[in-house]
């Protein structure tokens, strides 16, 4: 790893605050997740769902009504909207996940066009990402909190390259080139994966093999939105919720193997392993 991007300890992290004993939910922030295109329901279901499991008071959904099974199936503590939905009756502490299991068709880019002028704090993934690839920086017209987490294909179509391999070959300068490009807090998602928000480029040194499965990307973008509705600093929440993702996923592997590892088995580590955090006083 580069010099100049040295590892995350975990004294580094930021502590959660404590819960008052008369805490209500609605002093945790409330979560809109954005996705589940017709057959890419359980993406939405599990965003929703490491939202709610790292601590949100409220998770909304918001889907195509084919989606509705998965989330019933799977949380039914969520509310529901349907998509195409207008954004417009937001309430003032909403938080936004946007992309998983979005697709790309035009219902999808009709809301992003929205999503990008809305000033609440923001976590983009998946198809959001790809849909802003297309649009360019442009899409983003207002000066919201957000956080973006691509995989090395996606950062190579929103700095228009026709692969990854340039991305793989320079990591720390094309999150860099992102960063400027678009502004906000990013991951660069893979082994070490790097982190860019304020004071320059970390990585994190926990995850494993078993995590490249279908869907820990949502889990991610779900820890992440529901670090910033209960007020974490963007830079925090960052910092905070890639290493959760990271730390659970190890968490899982040593139970079940890498070979075996599901998307799930990572949002199931997570209420352990902030157990585990508390436990040391990071």
Same mark, same amino acid.
């Given at each position: 790893?580069?010099?100049?991007?040295?590892?995350?300890?975990? *004294?580094?992290?930021?502590?959660?605050?404590?819960?008052?004993?008369?805490?209500?939910? @609605?002093?945790?922030?409330?979560?809109?997740?954005?996705?589940?295109?017709? $057959?890419?329901?359980? &993406?939405?279901?599990?965003?929703?769902?490491?939202?709610?499991?790292?601590?949100?008071?409220?998770?909304?959904?918001? @889907?195509?009504?084919?989606?509705?099974?998965?989330?019933?199936?799977?949380?039914?503590?969520?509310?529901?909207?349907?998509?195409?939905?207008? %954004?417009?009756?937001?309430?003032?502490?909403?938080?936004?996940?946007?992309?998983?299991?979005?697709?790309?068709?035009?219902?999808?880019?009709?809301?992003?066009?929205?999503?990008?002028?809305?000033?609440?704090?923001?976590?983009?993934?998946?198809? &959001?990402?790809?849909?802003?690839?297309? %649009?360019?920086?442009?899409?983003?017209?207002?000066?919201?909190?957000?956080?973006?987490?691509?995989?090395?294909?996606?950062?190579?179509?929103?700095?228009? +390259?026709?692969?990854?391999?340039?991305?793989?070959?320079?990591?720390?300068?094309?999150?860099?080139?992102?960063?400027?490009?678009?502004?906000?807090?990013?991951?660069?998602?893979?082994?070490?994966?790097?982190?860019?928000? *304020?004071?320059?480029?970390?990585?994190?040194?926990?995850?494993?093999? $078993?995590?490249?499965?279908?869907?820990?990307?949502?889990? +991610?973008?779900?820890?992440?939105?529901?670090?910033?509705?209960?007020?974490?600093?963007?830079?925090?929440?960052?910092?905070?919720?890639?290493?959760?993702? &990271?730390?659970?996923?190890?968490?899982?592997?040593?139970? +079940?193997?890498?070979?075996? +590892?599901?998307? $799930?088995?990572?949002?199931?580590?997570?209420?352990?392993?902030?157990?585990?955090?508390?436990?040391?006083?990071?």
């Amino acid at each position: 790893m580069d010099d100049a991007c040295a590892a995350l300890t975990l *004294e580094q992290l930021p502590v959660l605050p404590r819960r008052s004993p008369d805490a209500h939910k @609605g002093q945790f922030g409330h979560v809109f997740v954005l996705g589940g295109a017709p $057959g890419m329901g359980g &993406a939405l279901a599990l965003a929703a769902t490491a939202a709610y499991r790292v601590g949100a008071g409220l998770v909304t959904a918001v @889907g195509h009504p084919a989606a509705v099974p998965y989330l019933a199936a799977e949380l039914p503590e969520a509310t529901w909207w349907d998509w195409p939905a207008s %954004f417009a009756a937001l309430p003032n502490h909403a938080t936004l996940a946007v992309g998983p299991g979005l697709g790309q068709g035009l219902a999808a880019h009709d809301m992003l066009r929205e999503m990008g002028q809305l000033s609440c704090p923001q976590v983009w993934d998946a198809d &959001a990402l790809n849909i802003l690839a297309r %649009f360019g920086p442009s899409l983003l017209r207002s000066e919201a909190i957000r956080l973006f987490t691509p995989h090395p294909g996606e950062a190579a179509r929103l700095l228009g +390259l026709d692969n990854s391999a340039a991305i793989q070959a320079n990591r720390l300068g094309a999150i860099q080139a992102l960063q400027s490009r678009y502004g906000g807090y990013w991951v660069l998602k893979g082994q070490h994966s790097l982190l860019r928000g *304020e004071g320059g480029c970390c990585y994190c040194p926990w995850g494993n093999p $078993g995590m490249a499965t279908g869907g820990s990307g949502d889990v +991610l973008t779900g820890l992440l939105a529901g670090l910033l509705a209960q007020g974490l600093p963007p830079h925090e929440a960052l910092l905070f919720g890639v290493s959760l993702h &990271a730390l659970a996923g190890d968490r899982a592997a040593r139970q +079940l193997g890498p070979e075996s +590892l599901l998307a $799930g088995d990572i949002l199931n580590a997570v209420p352990y392993v902030l157990q585990e955090l508390k436990s040391l006083d990071v």
